[in-house]
């Protein structure tokens, strides 16, 4: 995944300001992609203990074929949508396959980051030049509101990642109302749920020993030092993961060691922190078959086909829109 650094500074202190003004505290995790901790992601994909990114790559490489089989089959040009396409490694897979045996299709990548998009443009025309790329930058909501895609082709949506998952399920299943309204009878979407599994194997992932991810966290107070005139002292602060097995929500949370006031100069004001007192920053929302099969059905889609990994620890699964 690469990220967002083209965010304005307004809408960043804006956020700031109103999360940190509501009870309790939070922050959007979209802040976490400064330049720095774009780099702390890669470290953190690379780690042993954070298996998403390896098992979706695993899946997408043994299974690309099977994955891409029902749009194949219907013998006629398509659109490959990308919902939140970041850098598109994984996606690249699917690409090669379809450039390799010709097939006639044109790549709309979305994201918000209007800089992810450029560097996602410029390492398509250097690696696939005969591909046809029409980047959008947009929201997944604004863009399926819009289907600028929409052109009587079928269309294959991509929503890989987890990216779902980054939502907690009342706010999922809006982003899924807005995927059933951006597609047509017949559509498909290969969506990406990372699966519910042995509750310390999902918090390792989070909370890794050498503190990668604590750094990755913990930048985001720094992040606001930085670009807001804040006075976070972060050693005063700590990266708190939780996994709740019972909804499958991991959520992770700056905790404030003490009683304490941070000033922040671009919005002119000081905030009070309780000792212990927590700032949300992350969900990552994990999913069982059955579960994942449920809410295709109230979004009005099938599921087709899971496509999962050796060990069961993700899932992309194929659903058709009816
Ligand atoms: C975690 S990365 C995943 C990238 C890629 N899909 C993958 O699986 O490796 C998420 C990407 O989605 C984009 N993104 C996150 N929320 C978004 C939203 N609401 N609308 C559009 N793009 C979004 C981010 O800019 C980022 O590039």
Redesign the pocket.
């Known amino acids: ?4 650094k083209n965010l304005d500074l307004g809408s960043f202190a804006q956020d700031v300001l109103i999360g940190l003004s509501s009870k309790p505290k939070s922050i959007p995790s ?1 802040y976490f ?1 400064d330049a720095t901790g774009d780099k702390l992601f890669q470290q953190i994909m690379a780690m042993p203990e954070y298996y998403l ?1 390896r098992k ?1 790559f695993e899946i997408l490489e043994n299974q690309h074929k099977s994955i891409l089989k029902k749009i194949l089959s219907k013998n006629e040009p398509f659109n490959l949508v ?10 690249k897979i699917l690409l090669r396959y379809l450039d390799v045996i010709g097939a006639d299709f044109t790549y709309f990548p ?4 209007g800089t ?1 998009l450029e560097e996602l443009k410029g390492s398509l025309a250097e690696e696939l030049p005969n591909l046809p790329v029409k980047p959008i930058e ?6 399926l509101l819009k289907r600028e895609w929409e052109n009587g082709k079928p269309s294959l949506i ?1 929503f ?4 779902i998952g ?1 939502f907690p399920l009342k706010e999922a299943r809006d982003v899924l109302d807005h995927l059933r309204l951006g597609t047509v009878f017949g559509d498909e979407v290969l969506l ?1 749920f990372d699966l519910k599994k042995n509750p310390q194997t999902i918090l390792d992932a989070y909370h890794d020993k050498e503190g990668i991810t604590r750094e990755f966290n913990l930048n985001l107070l720094k992040r606001m030092n930085r670009e807001l005139g804040a006075n976070f002292d972060v050693e005063e602060f700590m990266h708190w993961p939780s996994y709740n097995p019972v909804n499958g929500e991991c959520r992770s949370h700056l905790v404030s060691l003490k009683k304490q006031k941070v000033d922040i100069t671009a919005l002119n004001q000081a905030f009070e922190f309780e000792a212990f007192e927590p700032i949300f920053i992350e969900i990552s929302k994990k999913y069982n078959l059955g579960e994942i099969k449920k809410l295709a059905r109230r979004s009005g889609f099938e599921l087709k086909e899971a496509f999962l990994d050796g060990e069961s620890f993700f899932a992309d699964v194929l659903w058709e829109r009816v």
């Open positions: 995944m690469s990220a967002k979209k992609y990114t979706e990308e919902l939140g396409a970041g850098d598109g490694l994984k996606t979305i994201d918000f980051s992810v947009d929201t997944y909501r604004g863009s991509l890989l990642g987890g990216n980054n990406g």
